[in-house]
């Protein structure tokens, strides 16, 4: 029997999850930042040349980097609290005695399996200006169609319905779960009380929802940040570029230019926003300990 | 009683109207996208372009997804999406099991700085990575395969899973271990014969979640698998959408049955994914 110390027995067992993260997580960020610094484009097969801060130069004066950056952040202000207002409202809902529990849970968890480059096409297709069920719904109450995609407002609005409705039953999800783990004896002292229900929701439901939706808000940021497939499925950044946003931009750079100088700065700026957020995760859960 | 006694608010919020309506709020907002997209796929051609639109199908036909199977590879899609995402569940499981097993039940010293680590990592934005995995993938003659994605995605659910087990290895009394141990069992036979048969459902559970993970990425799959062979699903959708044409019946009906296979599994296992779903979320 080969009878290894504790010890050496944990550094065996985690050595295939550290080879795994520094292969994937790691080394690229390190390669990362070092191709940040560098002129690098497989089209030009030109060797990597070394250009100091000249990425992040060329970053700050270019135009579409701000717009896309903007997109992005807009998106993350508005979907972020957009998908938890409507999953505090759909987990209100579901939480209500219902006879059958399956089909309740059932709609929380179809949206959230649905890949999100599905939920874009999905979406676009409602959203289509001929034949969308969008517009025959607008028409049926008497108002005119509307061409969602060729207008930039219009068509960032389908696109953060879309994340909103995507994301949403993910939240509603973690606060039910939030919800049923609050005592009914605390409603109950409370009728006794006679404090109503709007008053039992600010007093008693909410604060005790606090924790998990903190967690669910900051994972929602992190993802928000990242935003791609659903905008990329929609518009593909359209018209112009107008909802195009910072991963998508990063994505052109690398995949269609094949400039990782560029495309590499590029992805640093995202890497440092989502870093921000992470940072004021850990500390959320290190003062919860 | 009292409950109901106390207002006549009470009356209504749990009352039957109320509970009727939210039902079908939940509903019509959970299921009515991929019903949309099922009725769309039964459509023809013919009723697709008639206005003012019709929804529910007319003549419903089958033609869409005879169409959708031979005017691409979907198959190829779908065996590419259902291996990536299956071989590297596997792979998930097997390195997280064997991390959380460590955390778990081996006194570490560092065990917080490594879960700070782990949590850490959970929230990493693989977009970031796109430049430098790609010009790695590149250099080790990776693009357009399956290992491009496996590794990715493994380290994309590795985190999740990795907390989840710890969380239910904890909850597996030591005595257990000690006794199989006594019985000449050494650790890891301990770990595979008695810990993870019994949290059977918890790395059942973890899988799911990776099995999910790894069949809805995008991004990645769209940038590293650029031949049609390879394509997953998701990415293989685009193609049947031409220059100018968007042959809307027939992406549905690829859709349908792109949806199908997990809405299969979180049909059976939706209690199991729920309670994987929240602890995660709420542990981090």
Redesign the interface.
Known sequence: ????S??A??VL??A??AI??S???V???L??LY?SFFSLSLTSGLPAEFVGLENYQLMIEDPVFWETTWNTVLITLITVPGALFVGLG?AL??N???GMQ??????????????????G???A??F?S????VN?VL?RFGFPGVIWFNSPNLAFAAICLTIV?KTS??MA??I???LQTIPRSLY?AA?VDGA??IRQFFEITLPLLK??IV??L??RT?TA??T??IP?MMTGGGPGTSTATL?MY??QN??SFLD?GY??AL??V??AL?MC??AV??RI?RTKE | MSQVAASGANSFFSGKPLRFIAATILLVNGMFPALWILFTSLKTEAELTVKPITWLPHTPTLANYMQAFSDQPLHVFLFNSFMVALLSTCLTLLVSVLAAYALARLNLKYRGLILSLIIAVSTFPLVTLLVPLFEIMRALNLLNTWIALILPYTVLSLPVCTLMLVSFFEGIPRDLENAAMIDGCTRMGALFKVVVPLCAPGVFTAGILAFVNAWDEFLLALSFNSNPALRTLPVGIQLYQGEFAFPWPVISAALVVGIVPVAILIVIFQERVVSGLTSGGIKG
């Open positions: 029997m080969l009878d290894l504790d010890r027995l944990a067992l985690l295939p999850a795994l993260l292969l994937i997580i080394y690229p960020v390669r990362l191709t759909l809902l579901a209500l005695p219902f399956w089909p309740v849970r059932l709609s929380l968890l179809i949206p959230w399996a649905l890949p999100l480059s599905f939920a096409l999905i979406f297709w409602f289509h001929e034949y969308g069920v025959d028409a409705w039953s993910f999800l973690i039910l779960a939030g109950e009728d109503g229900r924790p998990a967690v669910a900051i994972f992190i940040l990242q791609f497939d990329f991963a990063i994505h690398t995949v990782l495309g590499s992805a640093v995202m890497f989502s957020v992470t995760y850990l859960i």
